[in-house]
Every structure is written in structure tokens, then in C-alpha cells.
């Protein structure tokens, strides 16, 4: 079992970080690689850029502790859980943590490199050009 | 009209698989005859042993410590300097066909060009330059690509899924279940990574790329010059060439590698002068890298699976030579052959049974270390054909390339452009090379440096998960070409280490902006 974590300080509130990635269906818009998904109830299926389809499962999205928590279902995860916090710093800065934590160690290291352009389009998005 | 650049590699070739370089094995008369038409260089060494910081060197000219893409899987930056930039610049259409590995192929976002430019459909995309303009993908017009098998987003692998589906089960699943390098072995030794593959040999990689090369250059103009990456993902592993080939170089008939003594204690007591690390992998007590297979113990191979991965290593180097000697007859028929610069390389070596050992890792010895590299220069020049035994790197090959066109090497080429004579790199003082490694994966972290002259072959492990920072190996290579013995604490010898311990530090210390050190975003 392999855990990553890759940070990012945003200059923006953390409600405004928060409400870019709480829809389930937005992360098209802030995971780069992602090119679409649908989501039915707690379920979201996501497709990427080379037609690949991934089905997570939507376990927590708590707007108080502001965090985002799901795993990837595929059969080739023997496990996974993803977890996206925003902690408050300041009032206009903010600490976004994505964690990854998974087996195979291998496929902890891909999906936490993709979380890395997943948390600079956060920050992007949150700060505006 | 200028001279025009085929630069082709390989993947993972040792120094002595071309006949020209001494192998019994393998015969290579196409890559043979280029030699003996130009220059043959004795000791060429990469500036990594492993993929993606070799290649990328080549591409910059720049070390990994300067380039950023310190370890396999570490993208190289989108914007990082590159030759076929300049090339393109100097207006030579560019083109890069086959293994390319700048990026990480491990990428099911599809996040990096190379991943998705086959479903993309477009040969090339626009991307950011070193300079800040926009241009080409790292500066090539073309790409098309293709590695070791037929998983996966890159053009050979979806060629062979829509063309021929039915020889997809015969090639070797080069990872396993959990993503690490397969251990699974096949063959008729049960040897890692080998198989026998019932694909036709004209739907094989090699073939492939050669035909697409051959194509790209079909549809070039007569009144522009071009440089043309002709990149073979063979030989390294998987070993599983076309059935139909296998049988030129039968194993059984294989003499095993001069390295490998084939009693266990005297591998083992070879090993012992090394690093530590050396016998802890060969043991199966420690995986410090991901490009061998986490699962598998090299103590546990048997001499007959070393044959048998010699043998079919050297089928897979035949087709090569037989590839080239394809491209090259259609670059003749085009009345391009005065006017062509070829150079022939890989990025770096592979065991082969050396120590008991196979694949690759942070051991720097010249079963990884030394290279083939072969520059036969437009025969408009009419250089005199030679042998260069002085030290040279694949950091030269940048410039090199800017040389033929005629260009000078801009600031951020870290290599000078290769000699041509032993008297040439005498007149530059050019005696020596330094190869690099440093990876962290799953808390284990290793930090190598290496230099090599023409006498001596000098590392110091820097402090990591598995050294104190005060280990080292010193070979003597006049007296030891297989690098056997150890002189590392030889005493007799300390004013030669303190000499080269001097020359390291001044690598590490030389001028010029470095590159960020790129993040690890996959295994590989």
C-alpha cells in the first residue's frame, strides 16, 4: 500500500476553493485528463483524454470540514481512497491537500501525479487569471 | 542544400552486441559497414542508465541534473531546451519515430503528448519552447510512437489493436497485475521477460518503425534538409522477437558472458566488492528502482535462462541491423546517400547476465554504462574514417546535431559536439565523462555519480536509504576491463581517487542555470 500527498496554497477564500471541485460533476473542469463523467447518486464514472473509464465511489463531500473523499472502483485498484481538504490559512488563503492512498503502490504514484495538475487548475481557478 | 540527420537508437544495447564491437553473437553487417565508413567511438556513456534521463539528455544536451528529469518517470519539462528545436529553427523538417520517452508512459489521463497524440490523430501538437515562443512538440513536426509491446495509447500498439488484434496475445505483458515489471518467466528456461511471440516479423516494432520512417522520409521534398529520429524500442526486455527469427542464434549454442562465472560463490565474491546494494538486489533483499522486476531474484537465474536471453537479445539486434539497412537503401534510392549524416547510439546498456545479473538499476559498470555509438558523416565531407577511444557522453549529441547543420551550439548545451579523432579530443582536453543517478521510490532513495577515463572507472554513492555517503567503486580499466576488483580503499591509490573525487565535485559545481528537478509522476 502506497500513500502520496501533494499540497497547494491558494490565494483565495476556502469556501471559493471548496466550490470549484464539491460538484461531483465538475471535475472535468478541474482535472486535467479528465474529458467527461456522469454521475448517478454517489456513483461518478469518469472518462479520460485516451477513452479510458474509471467508476468511483463518492464517500464523503462534508461542506463544514470542507472535504472530498472517493475511491476508484476499477478491478485493477485493489484498493483506493482519495481525499481532497481544504484548510483555511488566512481569509483570502487557503491549504488544498490531495491525498492518495492505494494498491498497487504503482497506480498510487500515477494517480497522485495527476493530482498534481488536479490541484494547479484548483489554484488556477481559484485565483483567476 | 545542407546535410541532413538520421539519428537512430536503440533501447538498452550493450557496447559489444555489433560485430564491430566484438560480439560473436549477433551479426551486424549494416551498422558494421557504417562504422568502418566513419567514425566508431570505443567509449561512449551515457549521462543515465536508465530511459527517460538518457533520452532527454540527448535531446537537450544537458545533463539530468541540469535538464530536470533526474529519474524514469519524471516528465522532462514541456519547455526544456531542445535540439530538434534549433533544428527546426535552422528549417529542417523533424521528425521523432518509434520510442520517444520524454514522459511518462504510465498516464491513463493521457495528460502528456505522447500519450495522447495517437487519439488525438495529429502529428504533432503546439506546445510552450525554452525561448517562449510556441512551436511543435519539443520541436518535432512528426511523431509517431511506439515501445515495448502492444499495450497501451501510442500509435504501434493502436496500429496492431485495428490491423492485426489476432497476434496481440503473442507478444510479453511487460508489467504484471500490480503495475511493477513482469517476473513471469517463458521461453524454453523460464527466463523473466521472455517469450516466444508468434507475430509475423513485418508486424513487429521493429519493422514498424523502420516502415514508418521509410514513409515520413518518402514524403519529404527534395529542397529541405530534415533530421529524422529513427527510434527502435528494441533490444531492450521484454526478449520476445518473432518466432520465425529466433532461430539464428539457437541458445543452447550461446557461450555464456565472460562476466557471469557460472558458480554462485564467485558471483557472490564478485559482488561483495561492490556497494552494498549490489548483493542485497542479487539476493532479492532489496528493490531500489522499479525498471527490474520487483518479484524476481536474479540469484535464482540459471545460467541456460542466460543464454536464452543473450540469444534472443541478439536476434532482436539482427532485425535491427537489418532495419537500418532498409531505411538506408531507401535514403540511397532517393539520392539522398552523399548527403546524410547517420549516427547510431542507445541510451544506455543492460546487464545480460553480467555479476548474475539482468536489466538495469543503480550500478555503474560498462554492462550500463558503455555504449555502441557509431557517426558516419555525409560522405560530401569526406571524413577520414576512424576509432575514437577517447571517453565521449550522449551529452554531445545535441551539438552534434547543430554541427552537421551548421549551427552553433546556443548556451544552454551542456556537451560539446563529439570529436572526430583521439587528437581532436586530446586538443579539447575532452578525457573524461560523468554519468549520474539519483531516484526515490517508496522510500528508498539512491544517489550515484560516476566518472570514467580512459584509465578509470570512479563512483561515490551519495548518502541515501542504502549508503553512508562514503562508498564507492574504483576500477581499474586498463587492468581490469570487466571490472572485477575493487580498489576503492586500495590506499596505493588514493592520490587517483582524490583526483577523481576532485573532478566530480567540479561536475557538480560547473556554471550554468539548472532546471527545477522535475516531480515523479509515474513508476516509469
Redesign the interface.
Known amino acids: 500500500m502506497?500513500s502520496l500527498r501533494h499540497e497547494i496554497r491558494i490565494a483565495a477564500a476556502p469556501d471559493e476553493v471548496w466550490a470549484i471541485f464539491t460538484r461531483p460533476e465538475s471535475i472535468p473542469e478541474w482535472?486535467?485528463?479528465?474529458d467527461s463523467c456522469t454521475v448517478e447518486g454517489n456513483v461518478r464514472v469518469i472518462k479520460?483524454?485516451?477513452?479510458?473509464e474509471?467508476p468511483e465511489e463518492i464517500l464523503t463531500n462534508d461542506p463544514i470540514i470542507r472535504r472530498f473523499v472517493y475511491r476508484i472502483t476499477s478491478p485493477?485498484y485493489r484498493f483506493h481512497l482519495g481525499v481532497i481538504d481544504v484548510i483555511e490559512i488566512g481569509p483570502n488563503d487557503s491549504l488544498c491537500v490531495y491525498s492518495t492512498t492505494a494498491e498497487?503502490?504503482?497506480?498510487a504514484?500515477?494517480i497522485a501525479?495527476?493530482t498534481?495538475?488536479a490541484l494547479a487548475q484548483i489554484k488556477h481557478l481559484a485565483e483567476g487569471p | 542544400m545542407g546535410r541532413k540527420i538520421l539519428f537512430i537508437t536503440t533501447d538498452q544495447q550493450r557496447y559489444d552486441t555489433l560485430g564491430v564491437n566484438g560480439s560473436t553473437l549477433a551479426r551486424t553487417p549494416v551498422l558494421d559497414r557504417l562504422a568502418s565508413e566513419g567514425i566508431r567511438y570505443q567509449r561512449c556513456q551515457p549521462t543515465s542508465v536508465v530511459c527517460m534521463p538518457s533520452r532527454a539528455s540527448m535531446l537537450t544536451g544537458q545533463f539530468p541534473s541540469t535538464h530536470g528529469a533526474w529519474m524514469n518517470g519524471v516528465p522532462l519539462a514541456i519547455d526544456a531546451p531542445s535540439v530538434a528545436e534549433s533544428l527546426h529553427d535552422a528549417g529542417y523538417a523533424t521528425a521523432l519515430i518509434g520510442k520517444a520517452h520524454f514522459e511518462p508512459f504510465m498516464d491513463p489521463f493521457g495528460r502528456f503528448a505522447e500519450n495522447s497524440l495517437a487519439s488525438l490523430g495529429i502529428p504533432t501538437i503546439e506546445q510552450p519552447w525554452f525561448d517562449g515562443r510556441r512551436g511543435v512538440h519539443r520541436g518535432f513536426d512528426y511523431l509517431e510512437f511506439a515501445t515495448h509491446g502492444v499495450m497501451g495509447p501510442l500509435h504501434y500498439a493502436k496500429w496492431m489493436a485495428a490491423n492485426h488484434p489476432e497476434s496481440l496475445s503473442g507478444f510479453y505483458q511487460v508489467v504484471d497485475g500490480d503495475l511493477n515489471v513482469n517476473a513471469a518467466g517463458g521461453g524454453d528456461t523460464g527466463a523473466p521477460q521472455v517469450k516466444i511471440n508468434d507475430v509475423p516479423r513485418e508486424w513487429y516494432h521493429t519493422d514498424w518503425v523502420a516502415q514508418r520512417t521509410i514513409d515520413w522520409l518518402g514524403a519529404q521534398s527534395n529542397d529541405r534538409d530534415w533530421f529524422c529520429w529513427m527510434s527502435f524500442p528494441d533490444p531492450h526486455h521484454p526478449w520476445d522477437p518473432p518466432k520465425s527469427e529466433i532461430g539464428r542464434v539457437p541458445w543452447k549454442d550461446v557461450e555464456l558472458p565472460l562476466n557471469y562465472p557460472e558458480r554462485a560463490s564467485e558471483r557472490e565474491a564478485l559482488l561483495d566488492q561492490k556497494a552494498r546494494h549490489w548483493r542485497a538486489w542479487y539476493d532479492g533483499t532489496l528493490v531500489s528502482n522499479y525498471e527490474a522486476p520487483a518479484k524476481w531474484v536474479p540469484a535464482t537465474m540459471s545460467a541456460d535462462q542466460v543464454r536464452e536471453v543473450n540469444a534472443l537479445n541478439a536476434v532482436e539486434v539482427e532485425l535491427i541491423d537489418e532495419a537500418v539497412g532498409r531505411v538506408l537503401k531507401s535514403i540511397e534510392e532517393r539520392g539522398w546517400g552523399d548527403d546524410v549524416d547517420v549516427i547510431f547510439t542507445t541510451d544506455h546498456g543492460e546487464f545480460q547476465g553480467d555479476f548474475g545479473l539482468l536489466f538495469k538499476g543503480p550500478y555503474h559498470v560498462d554492462a550500463l554504462m558503455r555504449l555502441p555509438l557509431i557517426w558516419r558523416p555525409a560522405k560530401t565531407t569526406k571524413t577520414t574514417p576512424g576509432v575514437v577511444t577517447a571517453p565521449v557522453s550522449l551529452v554531445s549529441l545535441a551539438a552534434t546535431f547543430l554541427s552537421v547543420a551548421g549551427r552553433p551550439a546556443p548556451a544552454w548545451v551542456e556537451g560539446d559536439a563529439l570529436p572526430q579523432s583521439d587528437d581532436e579530443a586530446r586538443t579539447r582536453a575532452q578525457d573524461a565523462t560523468v554519468t549520474e543517478w539519483d531516484s526515490a521510490l517508496f522510500g528508498v532513495d539512491v544517489h550515484v555519480r560516476t566518472i570514467v577515463t580512459k584509465e578509470h572507472l570512479y563512483t561515490e554513492y551519495g548518502r541515501g536509504t542504502l549508503h553512508e555517503g562514503n562508498e564507492g567503486e574504483l576500477y581499474d580499466l586498463r587492468d581490469d576491463p570487466l571490472q572485477r576488483v575493487n580498489l576503492f580503499n586500495d590506499p596505493s591509490l588514493a592520490n587517483i581517487r582524490a583526483t577523481l573525487h576532485e573532478r566530480l565535485l567540479a561536475h557538480a559545481d560547473r556554471p550554468g542555470d539548472r532546471a527545477k528537478p522535475g516531480i515523479l509522476m509515474a513508476p516509469v
Do not use: E
Not at chain 1, 31 to 34: E, L, N, Q, S
Not at chain 1, 48 to 52: E, F, K, R
Not at chain 1, 104 to 107: C, G, H, I, M, T
Open positions: 502506497a482535472f486535467p485528463g479528465i479520460t483524454t485516451i477513452g479510458l474509471m485493477v498497487p503502490d504503482a497506480l504514484l500515477i501525479g495527476a498534481m495538475g
